[in-house]
């Protein structure tokens, strides 16, 4: 007789064969934004007889970020996420529009479904007028940049340790015009051993809406390529002037962040 069952786990490092397998199911890197709730979620390996063939990945606010089941049960998929949200008291889910299993399952299941975020993962190359017009000079942050970063980052970062740290790993880069910072530029793996980096970057105010923020963008993106890295963005539906700045810069938005609920 078959029995469904679910296995609570401390890390993400307990199930790392089945996520691999989920991550390199996808046909595009995971988003940052989602991972940063993944890291903080609640892990559970699904189990069948005892014998582990999925897992999902869920917060404190009843909603669920990843969901996986190996291939020779994805049958039963539809079947065991309507019981994973009864059991759990799962109210929605963040789907990545390129997740197409699991934003498949979410489809038969939701009662109301919105956009959230656009995902950029293609670009293509475009001319940047700043860098052909002025003399930047880029240099790595250092700690004698924290305060000034911290006072005009503007929730970028929640705490003056994460820019430590962002720092410290040599993941900023500092703009600047004849010794005047510009802008800073950030660009983080997301996943250890995996090739993706997200790309974010903030202007001064006083240069705003002059073309650097493309610029930072662009000088990020090829500056992954040249360590062979990925450089991938994301922004808030609602933030339209990020959404231009990175069509600008040469990113193609083919794919959205929805949150359904169930």
């Known amino acids: 007789m078959e029995y469904i069952s679910y296995q609570k786990k401390k890390k993400l490092s307990e199930i790392k064969n089945l996520r691999n397998q989920y991550l390199d199911g996808l046909i595009e890197p995971q988003e940052m934004f989602l991972e940063l709730f993944c890291r903080k979620a609640t892990i559970y390996e699904i189990m069948r007889n005892g014998v582990p063939i999925g897992y999902f990945l869920a917060g404190k606010d009843s909603t669920l970020y990843e969901y996986h089941l190996n291939d020779t049960f994805i049958h039963r998929t539809d079947e065991v996420l309507h019981q994973i949200l009864s059991e759990f008291s799962i109210q929605k889910a963040l789907c990545k529009s ?11 299941l939701q009662k109301k479904a919105r956009v959230l975020g656009i995902l950029f993962r293609e670009y293509r190359e475009t001319s940047d007028p ?6 930047l000079q880029i240099r790595f942050a250092e700690e004698k940049d924290l305060d000034h970063m911290f006072r005009i980052n503007e929730e970028v970062f929640e705490t ?3 820019i430590i740290g962002v720092i410290h790993n040599k993941n900023m880069l500092i703009f600047e015009s004849k ?15 995996r090739v993706a980096f997200d790309l974010g970057m903030l ?5 705003r809406n002059q073309g650097y923020g493309q610029t930072i963008i662009r000088y990020l993106r090829n500056y992954c390529a040249e360590n062979g890295w990925r450089g991938i963005c994301g922004c808030a539906v609602e933030n339209t002037a990020s959404r231009k700045c990175l069509e600008r810069a040469g990113y193609i938005g083919k794919y959205r962040m929805l949150e359904f609920t169930f």
């Open 130 to 135: 700043v860098i052909n017009n002025h003399q």
């Open 98 to 108: 390129f997740d197409h299993h699991f934003m498949s399952c979410c489809l038969g």
């Open 160 to 162: 003056k340790e994460e």
């Open 203 to 207: 202007v001064e105010k006083k240069f």
């Open 179 to 193: 010794e005047e910072s510009i802008g800073f530029g950030v660009f983080q793996r997301i996943i250890e051993g």
